[in-house]
């Protein structure tokens, strides 16, 4: 499988700042990626999703980047609220068969 | 829409014992639900991916035995936990993803917190 299990690194940012999150993804073959936010004791929530065949996708307030060149997707949250403080994990797909996880970030909003 | 509901919210048992965990699409019909496994400040582990009316596919060093899969109907899948150790608590949330859904984005659940005693 694709998933690992290290604990989570964390990111402090001051409230109105922007964010930035970043996730590795291992296998080439992903074509499908999604954004989850996963509050503490609750399931992961949706936030955005690419296709491989995008770079860039933008929603409310977030912005999701993805090069597929060095593996690599980032989140972008623009004025970060503290309701933004949560476990953000990115996960990877190859259409069709399962979702693998990131390691996760922490992020606190400082107000 | 596309929510998805788990039963029990948390959990308590002693060591030993069989726990059974649903999961449930509320609003869709789920042709495919995922269970994972997660632990304190660690990323979701993904056990096993669960079709409607056919075995489990579990992920490698899943025990088969010990985590039953059961996905009877298109909005629902259990998993039971059977002789639970305290090693097996752990926070279990499910997955549905939409019967072809394009992209295949998957819902999930609020989650189970499993503590054995």
């Known amino acids: 499988g694709e998933n690992v299990g290290l604990h989570l690194p964390t990111l402090s940012v001051q409230e109105g700042d922007n964010s930035i999150i970043n996730c590795a993804y291992s296998?080439?073959?992903?074509?499908?990626f999604i954004w989850y936010k996963q509050e503490s004791g609750k399931g992961p929530q949706f936030i955005i999703d690419?296709?491989?065949?995008?770079d860039k996708r933008q929603g409310q307030r977030v912005t999701v980047l993805l090069n597929k060149t060095v593996k690599h997707l980032s989140l972008q949250i623009a004025a970060t609220q503290p309701g933004d403080s949560a476990v953000y994990f990115c996960?990877?797909?190859?259409?069709?068969?399962?979702?693998?996880f990131g390691t996760g970030t922490s992020l606190t909003v400082i107000p | 829409g596309a929510v998805v509901s788990q039963h029990p919210s948390r959990v308590i048992c002693k060591s030993g014992t069989s726990v059974k965990i649903e999961c449930r699409s509320l609003?869709?019909?789920?042709?495919?639900m995922f269970w994972y496994r997660q632990f304190p400040k660690q990323s979701l582990m993904l056990m096993a991916t669960?079709?409607?009316?056919?075995?489990?596919?579990?992920e490698q060093g899943v025990e088969k035995d010990k985590f039953l899969i059961n996905h009877a109907s298109l909005t629902l899948s259990t998993l039971t936990v059977t002789s639970a150790h305290p090693e097996d608590s752990s926070f279990y949330i499910c997955?549905?993803?939409?019967?072809?859904?394009?992209?295949?984005?998957?819902?999930f659940g609020p989650g189970t917190r499993l503590t054995v005693l």
């Open positions: 609003d869709f019909q789920a042709t495919t």
């Open positions: 690419i296709r491989s065949n995008m």
């Open positions: 296998n080439s073959a992903s074509d499908y």
């Open positions: 997955s549905a993803r939409l019967a072809g859904g394009k992209p295949p984005t998957q819902y």
């Open positions: 669960s079709n409607e009316g056919s075995k489990a596919t579990y």
């Open positions: 996960a990877e797909n190859i259409i069709g068969n399962q979702f693998y």
